[in-house]
Each structure stands twice: as C-alpha cells, then as structure tokens.
C-alpha cells in the first residue's frame, strides 16, 4: 500500500516511507541482477556449447577416417603378404610357374590340350537369349 507525503505527515512518518521505497528499490534491483547473472551464465553456458560441439564433430570424424586408414592398411598387409608368398612359389616352385603360366598368359605344354570354363553370369541365364541380343 503505497502512503504519500501530505501536509500532516510527520517526519518520522515521512522517514519510513523512504525508506519503504528504498527497500523496494533495492528487492527490485537484486532480482534484476541475479535476472543478469543468469543471463549472463546461459550465455556462457552456450557460447561454450557452441564452440565445443563442432569440435567433437570434426574429432569423430577425424577419428573414423582414422580407423577407415588402419582398415586400409590391413587389407594392404594382407595383399602384400599374398604377393609376396606368389613370389617365392614362383621362385621356389616349378609346377606353381607352370599352373600360373597356363592360367594367367594361356600358355600350355606341348601336345596338351587345354579346355576352359567360364561360369555363368547372373544375368546370362542358359536357355535365354542375351539382353539386347536378337531374337
């Protein structure tokens, strides 16, 4: 309830509402700032969050190209290792030499003949014509 200053007001009654209004000032004041302050940490709060959540995102993408690499390396080892033990069989081994002359440069001995096989292919299916082919 909110008292005015009139004529018959006394001094001391002029004194209390100062500093009623003072007081209000103040409670009004103190919200106001802890409003501020919170304001304030939410948007701490936030500028962080935005700044820390596109540098997760590029360190899990950073790791799993890490990862597709390592995969990539092992596939290789294991070519490598392949070729590698293909070498020394065709070193080492005179009946591989011939096995993978036949296969690969089709190449055969004298007075041998040689029959290959092809598989079927999906889309080939035996008893239908070829796509595209006329019928």
């Known amino acids: 309830m909110a008292r005015r200053f009139d004529s018959e007001t006394t001094f001391d009654e002029e004194q209390e509402l100062l500093l009623e209004r003072h007081e209000r000032r103040v409670r009004l004041l103190t919200a106001f ?8 940490v939410v948007g701490i709060v936030a500028a962080a969050v935005a700044y820390i959540l596109p540098e997760l995102r590029r360190q899990r993408e950073a ?11 092992e596939v290789r080892r294991i070519e490598v290792a392949r070729q590698t033990r293909q070498v020394s069989w065709l070193q080492n081994n005179p009946e591989y030499l011939g096995i993978y002359a ?11 003949t040689v029959f290959r096989l092809e598989p079927v292919r999906p889309d080939r299916v035996p008893g239908r014509p070829a796509p595209g082919a006329p019928e």
Do not use: P, S, T, Y
Request: glycine fraction near 4%.
């Open 63 to 73: 790791q799993a190209q890490v990862e597709a690499l390592r995969r990539q390396v």
């Open 33 to 40: 700032n802890r409003v501020i302050a919170f304001l304030i």
């Open 102 to 112: 036949r296969d690969k440069f089709d190449l055969m001995k004298e007075g041998e």
